[in-house]
Structure formats: structure tokens, C-alpha cells
């Protein structure tokens, strides 16, 4: 079956349109709206996007691969986003990254077997003042400790996503 937006997703796509000088360049906020839905750029979703803004699946592609931030296979219901840079690695980023894989029984790059966490590892989430930083979902956790984050994830297990969100920074926040 293709994909299609959603109608409130579908609404937003259309109120975006008038806002760009061409339909290109909403490729990045339309796979955005998309990744948002299915929680994955599928072969469907690029398909979709191409169609949509009358360009080529390969310039879809192509910015799919480029930006890490897109999914391009099935994720858990929540992704975890672990900085590794220098400052988070100073700061126990290291720790909070093997404290992660031994809570969850999982690796970067794998989801649970329940379907509830996929962890990544992120470049850089540009917290480096309140080293280490995680990212879960559309939320920034700062200043973390192993009891600190077991909080918060067992905060996400309970929390009920208004759509599958994967890495949006569009609309990150903050949480200390």
C-alpha cells in the first residue's frame, strides 16, 4: 500500500507550501512530516516525497543519506540518542552509553526486542556546557547519571506518542 500522509500532516504540508520558493525545497520539512507518521523513511515514504515535490526518488534518497537524523530502517517506539562527542566523553558519556546497552540488552544501532527503545549514537547534540547529553525523542536530558537517565527512562515507557518521532530537531527541546 503507499504511503500517504495523514490529513493533519496533509494540512501542514499544504500551509508549508506557499512558504518556500519551490516545491524542492521542502524536501527536508515534508520528510520531516513523513518520518514523523511512520517513524522511518521507507522506500514508500521516499516514493511519496519524490511524487509530491516533482523530483527525482534518487534527490530524496540522497538527502535521506546525507542527514543523519533520518531513519532508514524501523526504529523502536522510542530512540535514544547518546552524544559522543568530546565534551559528553569527558563527561561520562562512555558510561551512560554502556549503562544504556546493559539496561536495554541492546547495542547502537539495535532496538529491544519489545519494540520500545532503538539507541544511536549522535555526533554531536550541541549540549556540550551540561556534558553528557542524551536525546530521547524530541527531549534533551543534560548532566546525566546512570540513576538520573533509568529515571527518565522509565518516563518514556509510559509516555504515549501523538505520532512516531524518531530525531525531529525542528521541534527539540530542552529538559534538564
Known amino acids: 500500500m503507499a504511503f500517504e500522509l495523514s490529513p493533519e500532516r496533509k494540512a501542514v504540508f499544504d500551509d508549508l507550501l506557499p512558504r518556500y520558493p519551490t516545491k524542492k525545497a521542502l524536501t527536508l520539512p515534508l520528510l520531516h512530516l513523513c518520518q514523523e507518521q511512520e517513524g522511518w523513511v521507507s522506500p514508500d515514504v521516499i516514493d511519496f516525497v519524490a511524487r509530491s515535490l516533482d523530483v527525482s526518488p534518487v534527490h530524496v534518497q540522497g538527502v535521506t543519506t546525507f542527514y543523519t537524523h533520518y531513519m532508514k530502517e524501523k526504529v523502536g ?38 519494540g520500545e527503545f532503538t539507541l544511536m549514537k549522535a555526533e554531536c547534540l550541541a549540549g556540550c556546557g551540561q556534558a553528557p547529553v542524551v536525546q530521547i525523542d524530541d527531549a534533551y536530558h543534560e548532566n546525566l547519571t546512570p540513576a538520573k537517565l533509568d529515571a527518565i527512562l522509565a518516563e518514556a515507557r509510559k509516555r504515549v506518542l501523538p505520532g512516531r518521532i524518531g530525531f525531529s530537531p525542528v521541534s527539540a527541546r530542552r529538559e534538564k
Open 77 to 114: 517506539k522510542h530512540c535514544i540518542w547518546v552524544c559522543r562527542t568530546l565534551s559528553c566523553e569527558l563527561r561520562g558519556a562512555d558510561k551512560i552509553q554502556e549503562h544504556l546497552e546493559n539496561k536495554l540488552g541492546i547495542h547502537a544501532g539495535e532496538t529491544t526486542a519489545d
